[in-house]
Structures are given as structure tokens and as C-alpha cells.
């Protein structure tokens, strides 16, 4: 994920330093005169100050006829406080780096394109690469302390952006009214139905009982499919025909759950675009009639850009509560992430890495800070 991110920082880095010290040499030895290299344990200031010591003594001996041994300059530069010299002020200079706004924008764009290559959307790059700018922009920083400083904040952004999950397991058990019931709705294709049976899977080896619900009357061998997986899980199925009202299906799933004191019900529902406004409106049934506790997004980490209006618009319909994001283990850029987390608020759940049912697993900040390369 993010290739080349890491490797970048190391040479921005470096070649801030490298021309900070050219910066250091040259402002010295514009202030510095040729006369004061050849003695530059002695200031001008000081210079004038011997000098008029030992004129103001030589006048006075001449008043009174006294003859006073003139202190030699040797002598007086031994009361003199020491004072850095010229090599040494070149040295204090360059020890600290301060990167000033010039020096940001010299790889600000490549770090947009950075990110926007990897699947982050404009708006989130933009604000990455204003936030990291914020931080650093101004600050005086030792030379090695430049790039994990660079890293430092950059990570923070990310861990700022992304909102912790909560524990799905957990909220069921908690919940004192049984069922807990949790929506699922996504666009088609996303690999939602396999997503549901996976969670169904983890929360019975959990203890967690609960029944699925087949809302998904319109795609040809949906419940045939959601059917399927139930058995193989051992999961009970709710269904109605084809051409039937999800929310109908969604309500007789919950009716089955408190006869039976079951703990949760998982409502899928069909795949539809999120352009097409009469399905966006029966999914908003659905969400209402079944008085969903959760309504979880499901959609691709490889889907880029497009997974942005996509979720925008689930959320406007019936306000999500997390993300799920599916073919995490073919995605090598991690961007997707990124972008849903900031433009929706909402904490991305979990991960699907592949077909299994126990490949599903739990999001982790740390974990995908990690996979960018910004941790050692």
C-alpha cells in the first residue's frame, strides 16, 4: 500500500537537509567580512572596544607623565568572554533545520499525486496534504529529527481521519430487548450476501445466535444463494418469494426472532446503484420497518473513487452506521479506506480478505498504518 510513500519521505528529507546547510554556509559567509576569518575568536564590537581601551590609557600616561606598560592585545583578549566562531556559527546554524512554506511546496503536488494514485479521493488528498503542511510548516527540527517527524504526522492525520470501530459482537450482547437487528445495503456486486454469511459465522462461534433475513427479492438466485449459505453455517433463513416487499421479509425475520429468543437478525437486501432513486427509496423502507440498530455499508477497497457517491448516498438514505470493505486482501493501496472514512464520519467495521468464512476480520488502525509503510 502506498508504494514508494515511505521511500519518498527519506528523500525529501534529505534533500531538505542538503540544502539547508548550502542555505546555512552561504547566510554566514554573507555576514561574515575576509578580515574576521583570519581572527574569529574576536568580534568587531570587541575589536573597537581593545582599541580604544589602549588609546584612552595611552593618553592618559601622556597627561600624567606616567609610563604604564600598555597591555598587549594578548592580555585583554584573556578577559575576554569566549565567543563562538565563524566555523562554529556555521555549525549551530545547520544543526537545526526550520522548513519554511517554500520548502513544503516543492513536494506538496507530489504527495497529492501520491495519494490520489493510491485511491485517495481529491478532497481527502487535499486535506492530508494541508494538515501535514500545517504541522510542519515552521517548525525548527534537528536534521535527523526531519523525516520521523514528517512520518509522525502524517500518521496522526490518518489516525485522525479514521474513526474507531465499535465491537459489533459486543453492541448485540449488550442490547437488553432482543433481536439486535442489523441492515446491510451496498451496490451490486460487492460481494455483500458472502460478507453476511461470514458475519453470521463469527457471531455464532461467538454464542451469539441469529437468523438471516433474504430482503433481497429481486435478483435472480439471491435467496437461493443466502439459502445456501445458511446451511452450510447452520443459520436459519427467512424468505419470501420473488417480486416480494423486502421490508415484509425483513419484519417476519425480527416476528421469528423474538418467538424464538433469537439475538440478532441480519437483514441482506438488494444490490441497487446508488443513482436509482425508487430503489434508494424501498432500501429506506426497509431501514424503517425493521428499525434497524446498525445499518452497515458493504463495498470494494479496490473500488476507488467510485465507493465515495456511492456511500454518500447510502448514508443521505438511511444513515449508515459503519463500513464494511470487501477484496481488502487484493488491495494494494489502501486509499478506499481513506477516502469512505473521511467523507462519511463512520468507522469501518471490517475487512473481507477472501472467500472463507473465517476471512473476515476486525478493522485495526494500527494494523493499517502499518500496511502503509509509514511504521518501522
Not at 583570519?38 to 601622556?62: G, H, Q, W
Not at 526550520?98 to 481529491?122: C, H, P, Q, R, S
Not at 509522525?152 to 490518518?158: R, Y
Request: aromatic residues 6%; hydrophobic residues 35%.
Amino acid at each position: 500500500m502506498f508504494k514508494f510513500l515511505k521511500e519518498k519521505i527519506s528523500k525529501w528529507t534529505k534533500k531538505i537537509s542538503s540544502e539547508k546547510e548550502k542555505e546555512a554556509e552561504i547566510e554566514v559567509s554573507k555576514t561574515a567580512p575576509e578580515k574576521e576569518i583570519e581572527d574569529f575568536s574576536v568580534t568587531k564590537e570587541e575589536k573597537k572596544k581593545i582599541k580604544k581601551e589602549i588609546k584612552k590609557a595611552e593618553k592618559k600616561k601622556k597627561e600624567k607623565r606616567i609610563v604604564e606598560p600598555i597591555k598587549k592585545k594578548e592580555e585583554t583578549e584573556e578577559l575576554t568572554p569566549e565567543k563562538p566562531g565563524f566555523f562554529k556559527k556555521i555549525t549551530s546554524k545547520i544543526k537545526k533545520v526550520k522548513i519554511t512554506e517554500k520548502d513544503f511546496g516543492v513536494y506538496e503536488e507530489e504527495l497529492e499525486m501520491i495519494l490520489l494514485e493510491n485511491n485517495v479521493a481529491l478532497e481527502v488528498a487535499e486535506k492530508i496534504t494541508k494538515e501535514l503542511k500545517e504541522r510542519i510548516v515552521g517548525k525548527e527540527l534537528l536534521k535527523k529529527e526531519i523525516e520521523p517527524e514528517i512520518k509522525d504526522s502524517f500518521k496522526e492525520i490518518i489516525r485522525e481521519i479514521l474513526i474507531d470501530p465499535f465491537d459489533l459482537p459486543n453492541a448485540i450482547k449488550e442490547k437488553k430487548e432482543k433481536p439486535y437487528v442489523v441492515l446491510f445495503c451496498g451496490v451490486n456486486g460487492t460481494g455483500k450476501t458472502t460478507t453476511i454469511a461470514k458475519i453470521a459465522d463469527s457471531l455464532k462461534n461467538k454464542g451469539i445466535s441469529c437468523v438471516l433475513a433474504a430482503a433481497d427479492t429481486f435478483r435472480a438466485a439471491s435467496i437461493e444463494q443466502i439459502k445456501k449459505h445458511g446451511e452450510k453455517i447452520g443459520v436459519k433463513v427467512i424468505s419470501h418469494d420473488y417480486g416480494s416487499d423486502p421490508a415484509a421479509v425483513a419484519y417476519d425475520a425480527i416476528e421469528y426472532a423474538k418467538k424464538h429468543k433469537i439475538d440478532a437478525v441480519l437483514i441482506d437486501t438488494a444490490g441497487r446503484m446508488h443513482t436509482a432513486k425508487n430503489l434508494m427509496a424501498q432500501i429506506e423502507k426497509v431501514a424503517k420497518v425493521s428499525k434497524a440498530d446498525t445499518k452497515l455499508f458493504v463495498g470494494e477497497s479496490i473500488t476507488g473513487n467510485d465507493v465515495i457517491e456511492q456511500v454518500k448516498s447510502f448514508d443521505w438514505a438511511v444513515k449508515i452506521d459503519g463500513i464494511i470493505l470487501t477484496k481488502a486482501d487484493i488491495d494494494e493501496k489502501g486509499g478506499t479506506a481513506l477516502s469512505v472514512g473521511y467523507v462519511t464520519k463512520k468507522p469501518i467495521l471490517y475487512l473481507g480478505t477472501g472467500q472463507e468464512y473465517n476471512k473476515i476480520e476486525p478493522f485495526d488502525k494500527q494494523k493499517f498504518i502499518w500496511k502503509l509503510g509509514l511504521e518501522d
